[in-house]
């Protein structure tokens, strides 16, 4: 367990959804001090209030500097970190040629290590301190990827890939064994420290009907587990569950027919959506993962916010990589503000911070422990500089301290350089060189 520590600068989190609450759901402390012990955050308020009582306790001071909680990214594939920036094709094509010729790799459990602590230290250096996480088919590879975060001490959320048809065979593995795996997996990871089991079927089109009946035995087994797949992303990716599936309504009618929608699922993308999907989704209380990099990058199509809001559906940011093209949410949440431009819709900084953090936190039922920086929260927090480069520090100039401004840059101009530290349960992660 570290030792208490305080961290003194402008302190930053949301106690509402500022799209419901407006600027009130905002707490901001300009000289502000967070103290952390345990793990958690054990206090907080003005410098002028918590000072006098911290004796000597050692204080990080990040003068100047924005302190907010940990990222949450709520889609990202840890196998694909040497897929990004993949060119020229789009998602089955780019599932063929690039990523599973790449997840076939994570067979060896000391190739499933490596990438395992690279991606985690990769998040860490982009603020993100907990991710919903694709691993691939194999459960060693899952293994490694949960023992890796146990070692960093992160909450992160991760499952094996099920795969049963339309995959090369080597990356397949059957219902039967599935369940097995997964069931083993669960019982040894879910709730063991801060790590957390996501039942994975990778997307309607590579499981059977007796793997997507398992996967919803799962999850009424284990019910505070959660669900996270793929929906409706790409139009060739609709047409072949078309065919495949010929009895269902629609995509998501695919996941409801088998109970996988439910409070705990994660639909990542739900781009082409019909109204009855959008309905589906909003009654079952699942969320929708927008990705926007993702689908920039594989040319997937324009994430309908406000349509999907309208109706009702909780919606979650995410990166995906390697879809997608950067781990840094702030890069993310800049991307998906042109996105929302190109649909004439608009995403204020407000929103965009809330959505990376207490927003992700509450799509996950997890806000009394992540998202915020209130007193008796998990101390993963995320210290950021709004003038980290050249250009950001001269683009500040005529920011006249306006917060939402700033933030504003940080989303735009910001990435991993802008993180001036991070710190997980407490204690502040440092790259290993
Ligand atoms: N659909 C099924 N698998 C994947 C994947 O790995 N990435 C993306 N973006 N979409 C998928
Ligand atoms: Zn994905």
Redesign the pocket.
């Known amino acids: 367990m570290p030792a208490p520590r305080a961290l003194r600068g402008r302190l930053l989190d949301f106690t509402a959804d500022p799209a419901a609450a407006g600027s009130g759901a905002l707490r901001y402390i300009e000289d502000g001090v967070l103290v952390m012990a345990g793990g958690r955050i054990i206090d907080r308020g003005p410098a002028a209030e918590i000072l006098p009582d911290l004796g000597t306790m050692p204080i990080d001071d990040h003068a100047g500097r924005l302190i907010l909680p940990g990222f949450i990214d709520l889609h990202i594939?840890y196998p694909?970190s040497r897929v990004i920036g993949a060119f020229g094709t789009q998602?089955m094509d780019w599932?063929e040629r690039y990523?599973f010729p790449e997840e076939s790799r994570l067979a060896d459990p000391d190739v499933a290590a490596q990438m395992a602590r690279f991606f985690i230290d990769e998040l860490l250096a982009n603020g993100t301190t907990t991710a919903a996480v694709?691993g691939t088919v194999h459960a060693a590879a899952t293994d490694a990827f949960f023992e890796a975060s146990r070692q960093a001490n992160t909450r992160m959320i991760a499952g094996k890939s099920m795969m049963d048809r339309n995959a090369p065979p080597w990356l397949m593995d059957t219902a039967q064994g599935a369940y097995d795996s997964v069931k083993d997996l669960i019982t040894r990871w879910h709730g063991n420290g801060r790590q957390m089991y996501v039942v994975t079927p990778?997307?309607a089109?590579?499981s059977t009907d007796e793997q997507l009946a398992a996967c919803a035995a799962l999850i009424g087994e284990f019910p505070d587990t959660f669900l996270q797949t793929?929906l409706s992303?790409n139009d060739k990716?609709i047409a072949f569950v078309r065919e495949i599936y010929p009895w269902a309504k629609n995509y998501a009618d695919v996941y409801r027919h088998f109970g996988l929608m439910g409070p705990r699922a994660l639909f990542?993308?739900s781009i082409h959506l019909d109204d009855s999907e959008v309905a589906m989704l909003a009654e079952s209380g699942a969320a929708a993962v927008f990705?926007p990099t993702?689908n920039t990058f594989?040319g997937?199509g324009l994430f309908d916010r406000d349509r999907l809001a309208a109706g009702g559906v909780k919606i979650g940011l995410a990166t995906?990589v390697?879809?997608?093209t950067s781990y840094s949410m702030l890069e993310t949440a800049g991307e998906a503000y042109k996105v929302l431009q190109l649909r004439r819709q608009t995403l204020r900084p407000l929103d965009a911070f809330h959505m990376m953090t207490r927003g992700n936190a509450e799509v996950l039922g997890l806000g009394h422990l992540i998202g915020t920086l209130e007193t008796g929260s998990e101390a993963d927090v995320v210290v950021l500089d709004a003038r980290a480069t050249p250009a950001m520090a001269h683009r500040m100039t005529a920011v006249d301290g306006d917060l939402e401004q700033e933030l504003f840059v940080l989303m735009i101009m910001g990435d991993d350089r802008s993180v001036a530290a991070t710190y997980v349960a407490g204690e502040r992660a440092v790259r290993p060189r």
């Open positions: 594939h694909q998602l599932l990523t694709y990778r997307f089109i590579t793929h992303e990716e990542g993308h990705c993702s594989l997937s995906d390697g879809g997608g």
